[in-house]
């Protein structure tokens, strides 16, 4: 389902921003869309750090097929070679198995987090073993869908801004967060438009 705020965002994006006009544009009627499971959306991101969207795709379908069902009990049971079987790092594998004893203990309890402001709730998360900001983030994204993160350590967010906003040149975290000022408070759904203009495929944890 489409976020609540999305139309509204897209309205005032593409009449503050001429280049985001045209990337809005471009990606048609797609639009962010939540799984709305906590723990897939978590493990999700755990999987997709630091590589590309695409193999982190793969990596997933991999994984999900050996888990049967990506739930809390089941994945906590998995052997930490079988999920390294299936594209994981030793890493991953247990922070993989981490997040899932402490879903299936109550220890993260996600009905708690709606209440919760963003800052809040990265810092509750980052808690858990695996999860840096960058995770919390996507989170906050793809789970909770709220509507103004930006996230500045994620690689493609950076090459879009790059593309679109700097001929190319690299750009700085700092850069990247003042340019993102002037999308508050929507800086979730200019983050998704610019994934989107590098890669067809929507971007979802």
């Not at 888990?67 to 390294?84: D, F, I, K, N, Y």
């Not at 593309?163 to 750009?171: F, P, T």
């Amino acid at each position: 389902m489409k976020p609540h705020y999305w139309d509204d965002a897209r309205r005032a994006l593409a009449r503050s921003d001429r280049t985001m006009a045209t990337i809005i544009d471009a990606a048609g009627d797609a639009h962010l869309a939540s799984r709305g499971d906590a723990f897939q959306t978590l493990a999700r991101s755990i999987v997709g750090q630091q590589i590309s969207v695409k193999a982190a795709q793969s990596v997933w379908g991999r994984f999900a097929a050996k888990a049967g069902e990506v739930a809390p009990p089941r994945v906590a049971r998995m052997r930490a070679s079988t999920l390294r079987a299936c594209g994981l790092s030793e890493r991953k594998a247990g922070y993989l198995k981490d997040l899932a004893a402490r879903f299936a203990a109550g220890e993260v309890d996600p009905a708690r987090w709606p209440g919760l402001d963003d800052e809040d709730i990265v810092a509750e998360l980052c808690c858990v073993r695996g999860i840096g900001r960058w995770t919390a983030e996507m989170f906050l994204i793809f789970n909770l869908l709220r509507p103004d993160v930006w996230p500045v350590d994620d690689i493609g967010l950076l090459r879009g801004i790059e593309r679109h906003y700097r001929g190319g040149r690299q750009v700085s975290r700092d850069e990247a967060r003042a340019l993102g000022e002037g999308w508050r408070p929507w800086r979730t759904v200019a983050t998704w438009y610019l994934w989107r203009s590098l890669d067809p495929l929507p971007v979802e944890y």
